[in-house]
C-alpha cells in the first residue's frame, strides 16, 4: 500500500495528467488494500474519472488519499472512506438513492455508476453548478438538487439508501424519514470538539426506530448544517 499511495502522491506533485496511472494507483493502493470487495464498485471505481469532478488546480491532486478542499469548509471525502461507505449500502441497479451533500458530483456519479436512480442534494449553489457541468460530462444521470442538506428532498422518496457525503454530529430525522422501510443511511458520526469519527451504517426498521452499526474510524471533516442540539447547564 505505501508505494502506490507514494507513487500516486509524486505523480501528482510532479503536476503528471496520467490520471489514468493515478486512478489505477487509487484503486491499487487506497481501495483494494482497505475491505473494498465490492467487484462492481472496484470497476466503477477504475472506470470513473475522478478528476473530472476536482475543479481547477485541485485537479491534480483528485487521487490522494485524503479528502479534497473545495472551499468554505466543503470537501471531496477521502477515496477510501467514499468507496467503503458506498459498499456499505449495497446498492442495487434501480434503486432510488439520495446523496446529501454531493459538493461536485462525484460521489452521485459512482452511485449511477451501479445502476441506481440518483438524486444529488447540494446546498451550495455554486458546488451544484460544477457538479451539472461535471455530471453532464460523465453521462451518468444523475439529477442536481439545491436546498438545504438537513431537510433532505422529500419529493424523489422515499430512496432505498442515502450517503451523507460528509461527517456530521447528529443525523437528521428528517433524512431518517425519507427512508424506505428497511432502507439503509451511510454518513461519518463525530463531535464538532474533535475524537475520532466513526463511519455508521443505518438501517430503517419501522417508522419509529433504526438500528445502526459501527463500520470503522474516519476523520471525515464536518459537513455543514449538521451540528447536534447545544444544551446548557445552569
Do not use: C
Not at 123 to 152: F, H, I, K
Not at 211 to 224: K, Q, S, W, Y
Amino acid at each position: 500500500m505505501a508505494t502506490a499511495v507514494t507513487t500516486n502522491a509524486a505523480a501528482m506533485q510532479t503536476g503528471a495528467k496520467d490520471y489514468t496511472a493515478a486512478r489505477r494507483f487509487m484503486v491499487d493502493g487506497q481501495i483494494r488494500t482497505n475491505k473494498v470487495t465490492d467487484e462492481r464498485l472496484i470497476e466503477a471505481l477504475s472506470d470513473l474519472p475522478r478528476e473530472r469532478f476536482a475543479p481547477g488546480a485541485q485537479r491534480a491532486r483528485a487521487y490522494i488519499d485524503d479528502d479534497l478542499p473545495l472551499g468554505n469548509d466543503r470537501f471531496m471525502m477521502e477515496p477510501m472512506v467514499l468507496a467503503r461507505l458506498v459498499q456499505a449500502l449495497h446498492v442495487q441497479p434501480g434503486q432510488r438513492v439520495l446523496v446529501v451533500g454531493a459538493n461536485t458530483g462525484y460521489g452521485a456519479a459512482l452511485l449511477a455508476s451501479l445502476g441506481a436512480s440518483v438524486t444529488a442534494l447540494e446546498s451550495d449553489s455554486n458546488l451544484a453548478e460544477l457538479a451539472r457541468a461535471a455530471l453532464a460530462g460523465s453521462g451518468a444521470a444523475v439529477t442536481v438538487v439545491t436546498g438545504p442538506l438537513q431537510e433532505g428532498h422529500a419529493v424523489g422518496g422515499p430512496y432505498d439508501a442515502i450517503l451523507i457525503e460528509g461527517a456530521v454530529e447528529e443525523i437528521s430525522a428528517r433524512l431518517i424519514d425519507q427512508l424506505k422501510l428497511n432502507g439503509r443511511l451511510a454518513t461519518v458520526q463525530r463531535d464538532a470538539v474533535g475524537g475520532v469519527g466513526r463511519a455508521m451504517l443505518l438501517t430503517r426498521a419501522d417508522k419509529a426506530a433504526a438500528g445502526t452499526r459501527v463500520l470503522f474510524d474516519a476523520n471525515t471533516p464536518l459537513l455543514p448544517g449538521f451540528a447536534r442540539a447545544r444544551t446548557f447547564a445552569f
